[in-house]
């Protein structure tokens, strides 16, 4: 074993023993951008549920996932987002008792569910923010049309309340050191932001840690 597989496993047990000492808390919602090439490798379901369950264990309270689907012809797309739906409800049956999630499809519909108490996990498979803005601004115009809300009652706080995310991301996670992508483009205004240096296929439970302990280190500023 070489020096550099030896201090390993040493350096996240001391960045995991930093986390839990920390004064600071955790993140209670983490977002990560993924492309839909990151859960078709071979290994790519598993590497995420790896992923989730690291959250867990360091108390964030809820993933939102965005799976930006490439840009292609609609068939190929909707077949991808059928593929990946598919993939993830079967996969995500191996997530602890008490652990709730929601897959959402390229029109922003329900494609599974299940309720949960201590940790949910949101997907949005290609379905991005300006998309949920929109289908949120049309809902809050039929509710005025029907008679049900009045125009000047309309605000941030209803906006917020016709998203399918309701809560704000407290970092949002992009792997590769690209740039962000058009996911909870309302909900992330004030998000910390973080870009890994290697792809997701690569990214290791060290990785996760870093994002963890780099956050407790931040000062939020929230715009100001």
């Given amino acids: 074993m ?4 030896f201090g390993h496993p ?19 919602h983490v977002a990560i951008i993924l492309k839909e090439t990151d859960l078709l490798e071979p290994r790519g379901m598993e590497k995420l549920l790896s992923a989730l369950l690291i959250f867990k264990r ?22 991808l ?8 409800e079967e996969s995500f049956t191996d997530l602890p008792s008490g ?13 599974s569910s299940r309720q949960g108490k201590d940790f949910f996990v949101y997907v949005s498979l290609g379905f991005g923010g300006r998309g949920e803005i929109t289908r949120a601004v049309l809902s809050i115009l039929e509710e005025v049309k029907a008679g049900s809300v009045r125009p000047e009652e309309v605000d941030e706080k209803m906006l917020e309340s016709h998203l ?10 992009r792997s590769g050191g690209q740039k962000l992508s058009d ?6 205004v ?10 997701w296929k690569d990214v290791r439970r060290i990785d996760l840690l870093r994002v963890i302990r780099d956050f407790q280190k931040r000062q939020r500023r929230y715009g100001k």
């Fill in 190 to 199: 004030y998000s910390e932001l973080y870009f890994t240096d290697v792809n």
């Fill in 58 to 79: 360091f108390k964030v309270e809820l993933v939102s996932i965005y799976v930006d689907i490439l840009k292609a012809d609609q068939p190929v797309k909707t077949e």
């Fill in 2 to 5: 070489d020096l550099l597989s």
């Fill in 10 to 28: 040493l350096y996240e047990r001391f960045l995991a023993w930093q986390i839990t000492r920390s004064t600071t808390k955790t993140p209670e």
């Fill in 183 to 188: 996911f909870l483009v309302w909900q992330s």
């Fill in 81 to 88: 987002a059928s593929t990946l739906g598919s993939s993830l």
């Fill in 164 to 173: 399918l995310v309701k809560h704000e991301p407290d970092i949002m996670i």
């Fill in 99 to 111: 652990t709730g999630y929601k897959v959402h499809g390229l029109e922003g519909e329900v494609k």
